[in-house]
Nanobody
Framework: QVQLVESGGGLVQAGGSLGLSCIASGLTSSIQAMGWFRQAPGKERDLVAAISRSTTNTYYADSVKGRFTISRDNAKNTVYLQMNSLKFEDTAVYFC??????????????WGQGTQVTVSS
């Protein structure tokens, strides 16, 4: 099994920046893709960004392209999400996720507990 623990959420003003981190533990050698999802109240959980194990391939939702950057440090078993130019609509609970397969935009196997990001307008 794999355990994921997020950190870095909080309150930020619109236009500001925030960075999220997610540390994986357990059977980390089985992890290929890692991603960040978010879920706003009353909405579905959507994939925001994802990255391959090699970091060669990335995926971004259209709503965050050019503003968010996903990165990964396999030596530290950590994935990051740098969020810039934050908007009110970015407010959500952000979840770290990992999967054994290489595809980025699909069902994930392991999930963190989530961290709240609130953007004030």
């Amino acid at each position: 099994q794999v355990q994921l623990v997020e950190s870095g959420g909080g309150l930020v003003q619109a236009g500001g920046s925030l960075g999220l981190s997610c540390i994986a533990s357990g059977l980390t050698s089985s992890i290929q893709a890692m991603g960040w999802f978010r879920q706003a109240p009353g909405k579905e959980r959507d994939l925001v960004a994802a990255i391959s194990r090699s970091t060669t391939n990335t995926y971004y939702a259209d709503s965050v392209k050019g503003r968010f950057t996903i990165s990964r440090d396999n030596a530290k078993n950590t994935v990051y999400l740098q969020m810039n130019s934050l908007k009110f609509e970015d407010t959500a609970v952000y979840f770290c996720a990992a999967r054994r397969g290489v595809l980025l935009n699909t069902i994930y196997d392991f999930w963190g507990q989530g961290t709240q990001v609130t953007v004030s307008s």
